[in-house]
């Protein structure tokens, strides 16, 4: 059961609740349970099955696919008023998940059943249409990464990063090479590369762009086939 100052912040970041009738909002606060997971926590992994429908109202969860070698590519990450689309489709298709869920921060979430959330699926229109529409912006995403993998070297994507995340990431070398997909070596020599060329500055943990010229050069597609 749901406290009331769950209840709260579940409403504030999922306002689809707001639009359910008293008796569906009753029981999802009679069903759903609170659950408070540290940082580093494996929500689910490959090959688990899938058994509740989780809401984060703190923290932030990364999706990440591993390859044999053991490196990993984020596919995106979860946070509060987000949905998980692997999820979505593991509860609807009656399938396994394919990809790791990884707590980057701690995480406070409400989880609802799977019947419960088949139920709200099926007769909240409001529930139904926030999470459909979140399922398409992110297969919109999964798309880009998918062309950026597939079309587009490593030096384009982390200045494409770089610029889109900008102009100031608190963030590891290694976590950027979990981003995209490599290993930390070769984001610190590329890194080291930037720096040479007076795009960015590196510190402990912080990446500052200094010059976004430099990177927007790099991140260009070449358009030669278009004209």
């Not at 398409?136 to 993998?149: F, N, S």
């Amino acid at each position: 059961m749901l406290t009331e100052s769950t209840l709260t912040q579940l409403l504030f970041h999922y306002p689809a609740f707001h639009q359910m009738p008293a008796t569906m909002q009753h029981l999802v606060c009679q069903t759903a349970v609170s659950i408070d997971l540290p940082a580093n926590h494996l929500l689910f992994q490959e090959g688990d099955s899938c058994l509740s429908f989780v809401m984060p109202l703190s923290g932030s969860i990364r999706v990440v696919k591993p390859d044999v070698s053991g490196r990993e590519i984020m596919l995106y990450r979860i946070r509060p008023g987000d949905s998980c689309i692997l999820t979505v489709s593991c509860l609807l298709g009656d399938q396994m998940y394919a990809a790791r869920g990884i707590l980057d921060r701690p995480v406070t979430a409400v989880a609802i059943p799977k019947p419960l959330f088949v139920d709200l699926i099926t007769h909240s229109e409001p529930f139904r249409l926030q999470v459909f529409k979140f399922f398409g912006q992110r297969l919109a995403q999964l798309l880009r990464i998918i062309e950026e993998v597939t079309f587009q070297k490593l030096d384009q994507r982390l200045a494409t990063l770089l610029l889109r995340r900008g102009p100031r990431l608190m963030t590891t070398h290694q976590q950027l090479a979990d981003e995209l997909g490599t290993v930390r070596e070769v984001i610190n020599r590329l890194l080291k590369e930037l720096k040479a060329q007076g795009a960015v500055e590196v510190e402990r943990g912080k990446i500052t762009v200094v010059n976004t010229g430099v990177l927007q050069q790099l991140a260009e597609v070449e358009s030669d086939f278009s004209h």
